[in-house]
Nanobody
Framework: QVQLVESGGGSVQAGGSLRLSCVAS????????LDWFRQAPGKEREGVAG???????WYADSVKGRFTASKDNAKNTLYLQMNSLKPEDTGMYYCAAGAFIVSICVPSYWGQGTQVTVSS
């Protein structure tokens, strides 16, 4: 059973925008934390942004002021609006759902990923 499905990736020039979507199953959408991760070639996966069940939102320092995470409860969908994209934002973007363990969100479910490529 597919739990998370991302879409919206693509190729843009630096300064452009993309909006990623992640449709979740109802059970998965009710997770304590819904996060966006990305992985660039040759680098470790890193957290980008996330929304917790209490409504709080966090962002990695590298994307603050440029990315906006949101969700639509009627559609069980998580979004990541990415503006002012930079070449270093290039990578595979994943959404994940999980629960908190000692205040850290530990994903239980991962989407298949959507590729974002930003050219200079």
């Amino acid at each position: 059973q597919v739990q998370l499905v991302e879409s919206g990736g693509g190729s843009v020039q630096a300064g452009g925008s993309l909006r990623l979507s992640c449709v979740a199953s109802e059970h998965t959408y009710s997770s304590e934390c819904l996060d966006w991760f990305r992985q660039a070639p040759g680098k470790e996966r890193e957290g980008v942004a996330g929304i917790n069940s209490d409504g709080s939102i966090w962002y990695a320092d590298s994307v603050k002021g440029r990315f906006t995470a949101s969700k639509d409860n009627a559609k069980n969908t998580l979004y990541l609006q990415m503006n002012s994209l930079k070449p270093e934002d290039t990578g595979m973007y994943y959404c994940a759902a999980g629960a908190f363990i000692v205040s850290i969100c530990v994903p239980s479910y991962w989407g298949q990923g959507t590729q974002v490529t930003v050219s200079s």
